[in-house]
Structure formats: structure tokens, C-alpha cells
């Protein structure tokens, strides 16, 4: 099952609005730039042949396995 752009935006969204209610650590411009980060080696393994959904699953392991 693939994951739409705008699914993929509405969790980050709401990923961010978790962060910022938590008060983290990151500052905004810290957010942004892990969030470009991460989008592009999204759109990354998406273009070496990986579903949307795939490279999402690895991406929210290797973050909870940090």
C-alpha cells in the first residue's frame, strides 16, 4: 500500500504540531531542516524503486531504533 504526498505531509504535520505542543528541543529551523532531510531521502529510495510506504516504514524504524 502506497502513501500519497498529501498523506505524507498530513503526518508530518501532525508529527510537528507534536512537537511543538511538547515543547522539544528542536527549534523551528532545526525542525525544517530535518524535515527537508527527511522528505528527500523519501523522494530518494521512491526514485531507486521503493513504495512511498516502504521507505516511511524504514525511515520510522531506524528513528525509533536511534
Do not use: C, F, P
Not at 2 to 14: F, N, P, V, Y
Not at 35 to 43: C, F, K, M, N, Y
Amino acid at each position: 500500500m502506497k502513501i500519497t504526498k498529501r498523506q505524507l505531509r498530513r503526518i508530518i504535520k501532525e508529527e510537528k504540531a507534536k512537537l511543538v505542543s511538547e515543547a522539544s528541543l528542536l527549534d523551528l529551523d532545526d525542525y525544517k531542516m530535518l524535515e527537508d532531510t527527511v522528505l528527500g531521502a523519501i523522494e530518494n529510495l521512491v526514485r531507486s524503486g521503493y513504495t512511498r510506504e516502504d521507505a516511511v516504514q524504514a525511515l520510522q524504524t531506524i528513528a525509533m531504533d536511534a
